[in-house]
Every structure is written in structure tokens, then in C-alpha cells.
């Protein structure tokens, strides 16, 4: 029997998409400003997951390099068909709609084809592609249409579908309207399954907050016509209780003894209210029933944390970088530099800030909720230090060099910092995000960050922050907490990385 851990990937990992090749699970979620981009995990059991690889590590291959904060890589589809793994996924605001494939999920992936219109004048118009083959070959593309640029900017058509030629990347006529589920805002993430001579549509309506739910319908033809299911939407968190919130844009697999499983996105809100998720949304998974009458049913998704975790990391070791760590629009290579000072990592600030599009930042994907991270740092050449990003409006940090330590809060408009000399090249740095003590009363919130440092042994405690301004509901984000190193002048050298965190 197989032990469903929830989330199955901590920490923002949005928009998943599943697929089976023979006993091996494929898992591909968003990254939108973040590099390298698309990460690919596998299992081989459904329980436990490993990050292979990335399908591309340059701003180039997704055309984000100066794409707009919300934009940049959105959801993928992976499939595997006929020996080979395509992967179709809109780029918003940048390359436009692309399909790439890879004889390996692990990589190396192609660059990435545009799907053009049928007049060839450009991308397939629209987000959330789902890639699907009929018995005879054809390739359907399945697809939400909001209209991203051009002069319908901004509406929603629905969801749409073409027949594509893969081989020259060119839709083969024009989109057809599919079902669009039940009126929910904001129909998406599409997927089609052929089951037993039957399509199934399945979709994402109410928009991809607290009213997220999943809707399928179903049909003779991957063409549609589409005949709804009774019981829509099959899963949603929407008006409940549960831990999990905002449940929806799944996508269908079978698992290891022939179950069926929904793997989707959700958040874990934290506060009286459940009103902050500050890691972003993170993907779920839940059992699928098919019932008598053809229609699946899918099961309230059920919290269950995986144990807590330490990651250390000794930048004086040979190793290289893992695959966690993540650049801002830029590539990780432009931004460690492990040969300027042996046994430190070493960042060469630019005279950018976290404020800015384009830091000097290597960060992680904040992964637990109660969360502590420590670096230490020479800053005796520079300015840095260490920061939780949500966007260039939204961060904290703890920062060292020409002799202060500052510990800074900018929650949109508003700045707060916290300073204190030090002298001496080497300190530890620290950013624990922390529940809260008990509440004035009902007042709580998701978490508070603790700003910190320790200088000649001693630990300092600089500032606390309400952990409410770095959420995905506060700052209006698609993606999740980050924490990073970062150099804003000089050269700021890391001897070592320690985040420990769980989910209690
Ligand atoms: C994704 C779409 C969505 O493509 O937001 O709100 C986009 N729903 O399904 C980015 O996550």
C-alpha cells in the first residue's frame, strides 16, 4: 500500500504534471522567474521523490531574462509517447507557448519549439497546454485560452484545442471551443485521458485561490462534443476546514499496485483564519475512485507532512551546487563563483539589491514551515548577507558588511531596518521563521521571522517581522518563499549553509 505524503513536493512546486513510464513516475511543476527552470523530480515507488534535473538553466531557452515578476515559466504537461518525453508549457510574457522533448526525463531536454498558430504568425495564443495522441497519431494540444498579448489581452476564451504537426511545430487549424466546466472563473489547466474508449476532460475552474476546484466531463472524441460530469466539481477545499486549501489543477496517473491518483496543487495556510501560506503552493496528491457509472470521484486531499529536514552545506567541500539552488532571471553560473576564494562560494555584488530585478541572489525554495537557516559569511570585501524573497517588493534579510550588520524588512512601499557595528571578518548570519507565541487574544498569523546574528560567539537577535507580509495571499504571488544568499557590493564570500526545518 502506498504512504501518500502531503504535500509530495514541499515548498513552491505550483502547477504539477504527472506521467507513469513503466515503474517509474515523472513529475514536472512551474518556475516562472526562477533558474534553472521546469524542475523534473522522479519516484520510483510514488512515495519518495528525487529532483533529476531541469529541462533549461538559461534566461534564454524560456525567454525570461527580463520577464515581468508573475510572468515567466507557468504550467507544464509532460507526456512520454512513443519513446520519448514531450513536455508543453506556456512561457507568459516571454518565448510564448513551446514543446520540448528529451529522450530522458533527467535531461538534456531540446530548446524548446514554438507552437505557432495555423497562419504561422505566431504562438499558439494561450496557457496550461495539455498534449494528448489519438490511436491514429494525431496530437491534439488542449489549452486555456487567456489571451496573454495582442489586442484580446487579458480576456479568456475558454478552453481551446488544435491538432498540432509536431514534426514543424504548427498548429493544423484553427482552435476549437471545448467545455469549459461549470462557470468557475478562469477555466485551466486542461488534461485529456483516454480511458477504455472513453476522453475525459479534465480542468481547473474558480481561479487558483481559495476557490480552486477540479471539473471533468467526457466524450466519445477528443474533440469533444463534452458531456459534464453530475458530481463537479470532483475536488475542492473551497468553503472547508482543511489544512490544505486552494486544491486544484491536477493531472491523473496510475500508481504502483494500478490505483489511480490526482496529483495537484494546494497551500497550507497558516493564521486563525487560515488566510497566510507563506511557502506558496505546493504540490499534493490523492487517491482516484472510478465508479460504476464511468465517472471518477477524487478524495479530499489529506495532510500528511513528511519528518523534518537539515540540509547542510559546506561550501569548502569539492561538491558541486545540488540542483535546489535557484538564480533570479539569471543563470546560476553569472552568480557562484567557487574558484575566486578556495574553500568559500563566493558572490560579486553588483551594486543590485534584493529591491531589484536582477540580484546577486543564489537561493532555496523555503520547504517546512517552521524553517531555520544560518550562513556563515566573510563580508569584510563586500555587502551582503542572507534573505527570504517573495519578489523585488517583498523580502527580508540579514545583511553584513562595512562594518554594520543591518537586519531589513521591505514589505512593499515600507522599509525597516535594525543596524549594529560589528568588527571582524566572519559572522553567522540567521533567518528562523518561527510560529508564533500565543496570540493577543485570536490575533495570529502564519509565522514571524526571527533577524539575527551571532558575532564573536555570541547571538544577537536584531528584529522580528510578521510572517503574514511574505505569503503568497499578501504579496499576490504564484511562486513561494525563496531564501538566498546575496552580494550587493564587493565580493561576499560563504563558508557554510544550515536550514533545518519541519511541518509541525
Ligand atoms: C497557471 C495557471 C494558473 O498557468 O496560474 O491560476 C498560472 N492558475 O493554471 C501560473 O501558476
Not at 510578521?466 to 513561494?480: I, K, N, Q, V, W
Request: include cysteine.
Amino acid at each position: 500500500m502506498t504512504t501518500l505524503f502531503n504535500p509530495v513536493l514541499n515548498g513552491f512546486h505550483p502547477d504539477p504534471s504527472v506521467v507513469r513510464v513503466g515503474d517509474e513516475w515523472f513529475l514536472a511543476t512551474s518556475s516562472f522567474e526562477y533558474l534553472p527552470g521546469i524542475p523534473i523530480h522522479r519516484s520510483r515507488d510514488f512515495e519518495t521523490w528525487e529532483l533529476i534535473g531541469h529541462v533549461g538553466a538559461l534566461p534564454e531557452t524560456f525567454g525570461i531574462a527580463d520577464v515581468p515578476t508573475a510572468g515567466g515559466v507557468w504550467a507544464p504537461t509532460i507526456r512520454h509517447h512513443d519513446g520519448v518525453f514531450h513536455l508543453v508549457i506556456t512561457i507568459a510574457m516571454g518565448r510564448g507557448m513551446l514543446h520540448f522533448t528529451a529522450a530522458d526525463a533527467a535531461g538534456p531536454w531540446s530548446d524548446g519549439d514554438l507552437i505557432l498558430s495555423v497562419d504561422g504568425s505566431g504562438s499558439v495564443n494561450g496557457i496550461d497546454p495539455d498534449i494528448a495522441w489519438d490511436a491514429a497519431g494525431n496530437a491534439y494540444v488542449t489549452y486555456s485560452g487567456l489571451i496573454l498579448d495582442g489586442p484580446g489581452i487579458g480576456t479568456h476564451l475558454g478552453i481551446l484545442q488544435v491538432k498540432v504537426d509536431l514534426e514543424n511545430h504548427i498548429a493544423l487549424e484553427e482552435p476549437r471551443s471545448l467545455w469549459s466546466g461549470t462557470g468557475g472563473q478562469f477555466p485551466e489547466a486542461p488534461h485529456l485521458y483516454e480511458v477504455d474508449g472513453t476522453w475525459y476532460l479534465m480542468i481547473a475552474e474558480g481561479g487558483t485561490e481559495r476557490g480552486h476546484g477540479i471539473s471533468i466531463a467526457r466524450s466519445a472524441s477528443p474533440e469533444g462534443p463534452f458531456e459534464t460530469a453530475p458530481q463537479n466539481p470532483l475536488v475542492s477545499a473551497r468553503s472547508t476546514i482543511r489544512p490544505v486549501q486552494n486544491t486544484g489543477h491536477g493531472d491523473l496517473v496510475v500508481g504502483p499496485d494500478g490505483e489511480w491518483f490526482c496529483i495537484m496543487l494546494g497551500v497550507r495556510p497558516r493564521s486563525m483564519t487560515r488566510a497566510f501560506s507563506a511557502l506558496g503552493r505546493e504540490t499534493f496528491v490523492s487517491p482516484v475512485h472510478w465508479q460504476a457509472d464511468g465517472w471518477p470521484t477524487i478524495d479530499p486531499v489529506l495532510l500528511n507532512p513528511r519528518p523534518g529536514t537539515r540540509v547542510e552545506v559546506d561550501f569548502s567541500a569539492d561538491g558541486d551546487l545540488d540542483g535546489e539552488w535557484l538564480a533570479i532571471r539569471r543563470p546560476i553560473a553569472e552568480i557562484a563563483d567557487p574558484a575566486a576564494r578556495p574553500g568559500w562560494l563566493t558572490l560579486h555584488g553588483d551594486g543590485s539589491t534584493l529591491d531589484d530585478s536582477h540580484p546577486v541572489f543564489l537561493g532555496r525554495r523555503q520547504e517546512h514551515l517552521t524553517n531555520r537557516v544560518t550562513v556563515t559569511v566573510d563580508a569584510s570585501a563586500g555587502v551582503g548577507g542572507i534573505g527570504v524573497r517573495y519578489d523585488e517588493r517583498f523580502h527580508v534579510e540579514v545583511e553584513a558588511g562595512a562594518g554594520v550588520v543591518t537586519a531589513r524588512a521591505v514589505l512593499g512601499g515600507l522599509r525597516q531596518e535594525w543596524t549594529l557595528p560589528y568588527s571582524g571578518d566572519v559572522l553567522d548570519l540567521h533567518i528562523d521563521s518561527l510560529k508564533p507565541e500565543a496570540g493577543i487574544g485570536f490575533v495570529s498569523t502564519s509565522d514571524v521571522f526571527h533577524l539575527a546574528a551571532t558575532i564573536d560567539g555570541e547571538r544577537v537577535e536584531l528584529g522580528e517581522v510578521d510572517g503574514r507580509f511574505l505569503s503568497s495571499e499578501t504579496t499576490e504571488s504564484f511562486t513561494g518563499r525563496v531564501i538566498g544568499l546575496y552580494a550587493v557590493t564587493g565580493d561576499v564570500s560563504f563558508q557554510s549553509w544550515i536550514a533545518e526545518g519541519n511541518d509541525e
